[in-house]
């Protein structure tokens, strides 16, 4: 029987409502090995997560049988609740939006680098401008007053 075969490296980037600093640093790790969790179970295995107090970003395969927005509803819905409930952080909400951009082999391991620096980035970045320029990397158009929530 013929197979179906894929390999596509997705990298999502995500922020928390309002970009609201609700990611304490003992909640990090924790919160990434959830998402892989989440991700291993759908089929889309996690390849690196990092990110800072208001944002994730992640490198993922995606499965061949579930679209991105499925995956990315599900990672935000349970990871939401989890941290609710297992880490009491009542307030915590994911906004509505996501970015998610192709990535090819031979960038997987500048992608994986880049998000293992998130501490670092930030320390002379924010969220907005480096979301900004992503979306000018990967030429996604945009209009700013629908971007952010």
Not at 29 to 48: D, K, M
Request: aromatic share 10%; glycine share 6%.
């Amino acid at each position: 029987m013929p197979q179906s075969l894929s390999k596509i490296l997705i990298h999502l980037v995500f922020s928390t409502k309002n970009r609201a600093n609700l990611i304490c640093p003992e909640d990090g790790t924790p919160l990434y090995g959830y998402i892989s969790g989440i991700l291993n179970n759908r089929g889309s295995p996690a390849l690196q997560i990092g990110g800072c107090a208001d944002h994730v970003h992640v490198l993922f395969m995606l499965s061949r049988t579930v679209t991105i927005s499925e995956t990315v509803e599900e990672v935000k819905k349970s990871s939401s609740k989890w941290m609710k409930a297992d880490r009491g952080v009542s307030e915590f909400q994911w906004q509505s939006g996501y970015g998610a951009f192709s990535v090819s082999q031979s960038a997987e391991d500048d992608v994986r680098k880049y998000i293992s620096s998130q501490e670092e980035h930030h320390k002379v970045l924010s969220f907005q401008e480096e979301y900004r320029k992503l979306l000018e990397k990967y030429r996604v158009p945009f209009d700013e007053k629908y971007v952010w929530d």
